[in-house]
T-cell receptor, first 113, second 118 residues
Framework: AQKITQTQPGMFVQEKEAVTLDCTYDTSDPSYGLFWYKQPSSGEMIFLIY??????QNATEGRYSLNFQKARKSANLVISASQLGDSAMYFCAMREYGNKLVFGAGTILRVKS | NAGVMQNPRHLVRRRGQEARLRCSPMKGHSHVYWYRQLPEEGLKFMVY????????ESGMPKERFSAEFPKEGPSILRIQQVVRGDSAAYFC????????????????FGPGTRLTVT
């Protein structure tokens, strides 16, 4: 069974608009963490934002926010005021049962000018 | 403070040769993780090591693959007798011994080694 599901293979967004990238997860571990990483065409993995399973508030980091809905097991990434440099692959990942991360298949985001 | 370093960045091997991928974690980090990214896919966990110990190797192929993190020096991912299906990007990540104040063991990724088997 898929642990992390990213249902959007690709997304387009107009520059300066907001975009939501979907992520649902599956775990029976009460303590887990959810991460979003950005992978530009150059290939490196850039950490964006983290949400712990016990966090009461949604995580925010600059233009990135995580819409955490625990009951629905979703952890969507919201990017506000999109920029051309946001064009990249975005991965949702979950940490459970120790420190290893389980990644989704990713969503390619293209920002249009 | 240097980040996670991986070398080489690109590695070309012929079928049957050995590939050695190196990872130097961030200063002060004692946990190392290796992940593999096949083309058009997400990263897949391979192995988790601490100094001189393999903690979790549940993602490692049973044959030809091995990893170590010696007391001194970088972590090494070794692939013997490479085949075309081993062509992928191999990422190393490191994390500190203790979680951050918010409880996360944030993993910092290196730039990856792109292995091409011809």
């Amino acid at each position: 069974a898929q642990k992390i599901t990213q249902t959007q293979p690709g997304m387009f967004v107009q520059e300066k608009e907001a975009v939501t990238l979907d992520c649902t997860y599956d775990t029976s571990d009460p303590s887990y963490g959810l991460f979003w990483y950005k992978q530009p065409s150059s290939g490196e993995m850039i950490f964006l934002i983290y949400q712990g399973s016990y966090d009461q508030q949604n995580a925010t980091e600059g233009r990135y926010s995580l819409n955490f809905q625990k009951a629905r097991k979703s952890a969507n990434l919201v990017i506000s005021a999109s920029q051309l440099g946001d064009s990249a692959m975005y991965f949702c990942a979950m940490r459970e049962y120790g420190n290893k991360l389980v990644f989704g298949a990713g969503t390619i985001l293209r920002v249009k000018s | 403070n240097a980040g996670v370093m991986q070398n080489p960045r690109h590695l070309v091997r012929r079928r049957g040769q050995e590939a050695r991928l190196r990872c130097s974690p961030m200063k002060g980090h004692s946990h190392v993780y290796w992940y593999r990214q096949l083309p058009e896919e997400g990263l897949k966990f391979m192995v988790y090591l601490q100094k001189e110990n393999i903690i979790d190797e549940s993602g490692m192929p049973k044959e030809r693959f091995s990893a170590e993190f010696p007391k001194e020096g970088p972590s090494i991912l070794r692939i013997q007798q490479v085949v075309r299906g081993d062509s992928a990007a191999y990422f190393c990540a490191s994390s500190p011994m203790s979680p951050s104040t918010d409880g996360t063991y944030e993993q910092y990724f290196g730039p990856g080694t792109r292995l091409t088997v011809t």
